[in-house]
Nanobody, 124 residues
Framework: QLQLVESGGGLVQPGGSLRLSCAAS????????IGWFRQAPGKEREGVSC????????KYADSVKGRFTISRDNAKNTLYLQMNSLKPEDTGIYYC?????????????????WGQGTQVIVSS
C-alpha cells in the first residue's frame, strides 16, 4: 500500500526556518516525481514545489522562490522541504504528493498520491 507520511511542521516566528520531511513506503520512490502542496485557512490548495524522479530538476511557486528548497533522498525514500525566511502567509497545512513519472520536468500542479498533511504556523 502506497503511503506518504509528513513530519516537521510546527509553530515558528516570522523569519524563521522549518524543515519538512515526507517518508514514502509501499513503492519505489525513484520512479515518481514528488512535491509539496499547501492549503492556507480559507484558501484553495496550491502547489508549492516539485522535484523530478532523478532529482535533476525542480520547480517552485513564485511565492516561495529563493526561500524554499526541495530535495529528495531516494535511498531513504524520503522527500524534504527546507523553508527559510518564513512569512505569516506561509501558514497552512503542507501535503506531500507523488505521481509516477521519470520525465525530466515536473509539475507543481499534479499529485496522484497524498499524505495526511503537517501543520505549519508562522506567527509571532
Amino acid at each position: 500500500q502506497l503511503q506518504l507520511v509528513e513530519s516537521g511542521g510546527g509553530l515558528v516566528q516570522p523569519g524563521g526556518s522549518l524543515r519538512l520531511s515526507c517518508a514514502a513506503s509501499g513503492f519505489i520512490l525513484d520512479r515518481y516525481a514528488i512535491g509539496w502542496f499547501r492549503q492556507a485557512p480559507g484558501k484553495e490548495r496550491e502547489g508549492v514545489s516539485c522535484i523530478t524522479s532523478s532529482g535533476g530538476s525542480t520547480k517552485y511557486a513564485d511565492s516561495v522562490k529563493g526561500r524554499f528548497t526541495i530535495s529528495r533522498d531516494n535511498a531513504k525514500n524520503t522527500l524534504y522541504l527546507q523553508m527559510n525566511s518564513l512569512k505569516p502567509e506561509d501558514t497552512g497545512i503542507y501535503y506531500c504528493t507523488a505521481y509516477r513519472s521519470v520525465q525530466s520536468m515536473c509539475s507543481i500542479l499534479r499529485g496522484d498520491y497524498w499524505g495526511q498533511g503537517t501543520q505549519v504556523i508562522v506567527s509571532s
